[in-house]
Every structure is written in C-alpha cells, then in structure tokens.
C-alpha cells in the first residue's frame, strides 16, 4: 500500500458526515498515527443537490454506486448508508473487487456477516465493523484484540440508545408526578423531536436494533457463529410508567439489555428484553442516549464499557479507528475467523431467572385469586395499591425455570393484566 489510502465513503448523511469531518479535522493525526494520508475520492450519495457542509470537494459527489466501488484506485469502502440492501450487494461488490471495507450496518452484519466475512478472507482483504454496535465503544476490537485470550462467559449490553434516553425520560415523568399511564408515548415523542428515534421507531422500540447487535456482539465474545433466530427479543413498547415507578421503589434500574452467555452445558444462550438491574450493576449508571457493555471472562474477571452509543461524532470515531487498523495491518490472518463455527444455542426456556410481576385486577377478590398460585411458586408482594381503574400488586418470585413460569403466568394472563419483567 503506498503512502496514500484512496477511500469512497458510501453515505454521507449522520455517520458519513461525521466521518469526513473528523478526517478534516484531524488529517495530521491520522497521517502520524500511520504513515499515511487519506484521500477522499468519492462519496456516494442519492440526492445530488443536497446541500452538504461536511463533504470536502463537490466533484467527489456521486449517485452512481458503480463508480464509487469499481474506481482502480480506491483501497477502502467506507459503507455508511445503511438498510439492508442496497447495502449489503455493494459490500459485496467491493470485496470481490479487492477493496477492505468497513461498515457501520448492524442489519448486513446481522444477517450476512458470516458470508461478508469467509468473502473477505477469500479476497485477502479486511472487513472491519466495529461502529455497528454501540457507537464510540471499542468493544468488537477488544473481543477480537486485548480481551481475546480470555474466555468470555457473559456479555450485558446497553446497546440500544434510542430505548435507553426513553426509559430515562418515562423515568424523569414518573419523578416529576406526570401520568405514568402516557409516560410511553410521551418519551417516545420526545426522542423523536430530538433526532434520537425515528419516524418510525419500530426497529428500535421493538428490539430489532438489539438483536442485531447481540447476534455480532455474541459471535465475537464467544466465538461461534449465532442464527439471528435464535436470539430472543422483546421490545418496551408495553412497559408503562407504573414499571419505572416500582423499580425505583424497589431500588433497581429498567434497562433494554442484550444479554449473551455461555451456560454450564455448553450451549450459548443470547436474548434481548427489558430488564431490572441492581443499583450496584455497572451499568445502573448508564442512562440517557448513551450505551455501555458489561463483560465477565476468566482472565480479567470483569470489565465495563460506558460512553456515546450513537451520534456523528461518536460514530466516526469507531469508523476512523478501523480506518487506522487498515492503514496500518492491511493484510490479514491467513486463518479461519474462529467466530464462524458453529455451535449450539439455548432457547431462553432453558434459564432460570427471577421475576417481577405487576398485576391489574379489578378489585381486591380478584388479586387474591391470582396470589394463590405465585404464593406457591415462593412469590412476595408487595401491599396492594389502588389504581384510578382497578387494584395493583407487585411481586418478586425467586429464581424459576423460565419455560414453566411464562407457562403459568400465561394461564392467569386471561384473568387479569400481567405485567412480567425479568431480573438481571
Ligand atoms: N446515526 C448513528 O448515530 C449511527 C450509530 C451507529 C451506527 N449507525 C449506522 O450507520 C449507518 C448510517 O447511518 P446514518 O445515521 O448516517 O444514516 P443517514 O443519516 O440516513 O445517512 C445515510 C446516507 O446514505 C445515503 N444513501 C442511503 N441509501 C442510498 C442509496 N441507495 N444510494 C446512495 N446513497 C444512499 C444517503 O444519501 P442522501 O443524503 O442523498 O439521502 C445519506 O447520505 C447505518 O447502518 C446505521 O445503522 C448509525
């Protein structure tokens, strides 16, 4: 590689101008750090007219992809576009072509990572992603560099910020004495006036986004490729104030957590759903629009991550730092990626967990109909309260066999309002 690397930035919107920026701002940096100048190319963009400030010379402006990706001279392809597709053909048209790529696309390295990367191997070329789950934080580097002697035996992430600033703000509603009943709605909202969730907040609100970050997350700390399919997911979309209430009451925080990990037997067990951690978790901390990752390994015991999990800035930060790594090792191992065996994976059925319950009866009978049998699961209550429609209790059981207690509560579900959230 000579002493110029020749980028095409594929995006330029958030990400994209970010990363630009950054390699203005600190071309000198970058150029004592490797040895090396960058020099932008091309950047491919849909709307031409767009006025755009971060973009250094108009005529490196594209919409034709082909020309971003085929041009001789370019070394990497920066993929900052993001979707599914056309995405995921033009990483692939640049790997076949030779180039490295790196990419901030959680969704392409989710679904087909595993081909991306055997392609790369292929071509003798790197595909560096470490932007596509949670922002600024170098965690795929350490999985894969300082951390790699270890073995990993759980990963808890905050790898969602978007889900994080909202349950922050129901948090902040339910302090201030707003109507927890509309505390969802009203977060949302204020997420999306921020420029923190979008238009249509589905990916996020429903756990999608985690999802897709365990399943990368979890390939790298435990080596063995993870189905997409077998990663449990449940979104926020049905937590209500009244839950953010009762975890401050109880002392413990409501987070989204992606949570990975390998059990006695073996098998790998990786699931994304809302949460309640103790005060004295590493990541009670981590609130607002911010992402952090809590790891445990037989080497360094345990360790945590906590910083900006999205956002221009944060996220070229990531970008520039695979930028470097190409700079300065553009060739790579001549082995296997060991993150592509296989192996088996645990369905969520198979843990043991403990358990919050809040019931919504509509009087005092009722709940007691419904006590008698967590009572007999070894459940304890707390003392009733009424609500403007209806009576509630909260509930913490010890820890139970998740299959057979969603089976129980399933049946008392067509009774009343069962709210289950899961302990940490
Ligand atoms: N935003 C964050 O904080 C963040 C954090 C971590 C990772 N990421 C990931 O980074 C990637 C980019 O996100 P972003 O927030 O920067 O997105 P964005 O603001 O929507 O920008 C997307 C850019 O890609 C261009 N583009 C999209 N589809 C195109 C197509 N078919 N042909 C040509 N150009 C196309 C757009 O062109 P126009 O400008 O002409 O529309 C725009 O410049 C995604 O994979 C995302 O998941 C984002």
Redesign the pocket.
Known sequence: MSKILRLSV???????GGVLTLLRENADLLQAQTGKRFEVRHV????LQ?PRAAVPDPKRLT?D?QRAICDPRVDVVLE????LE??RTLIRDALQAGKHVIT????VMAVSGDELIRLAHRQGVRLLYE??VA?SLPILNALQGSLAGNRITRVVGIVNSTTNFILREMERAVESDEPAETAYDAALHKAQENGYAEADPSSDVEGYDAQYKTAILARLAFLQYVPLESIYREGITHLSGRDLLWAKRLNMGLKLLSISERLPDGRLCARVHPTLIPRECPLYVVRGAFSGVWLQGNGFQEMSLHGFG???RA?ASAVIGDLIEIARHPKPLKIEDPSLRTGETAPIESLTMRYFLRLVAPDEDALRALREPLQLLGAEFQPSEPLAQGVEQVALTPPLNEGEFQTRIARLRTEATVQVIRLL
């Open positions: 594929l995006g330029a919107g958030t990400v994209g491919l963009v849909r709307d767009k919409a992809p900052l576009m993001g979707g056309p995405a901030a696309n959680k969704l932007a596509s922002g999205a956002g221009a996220t």
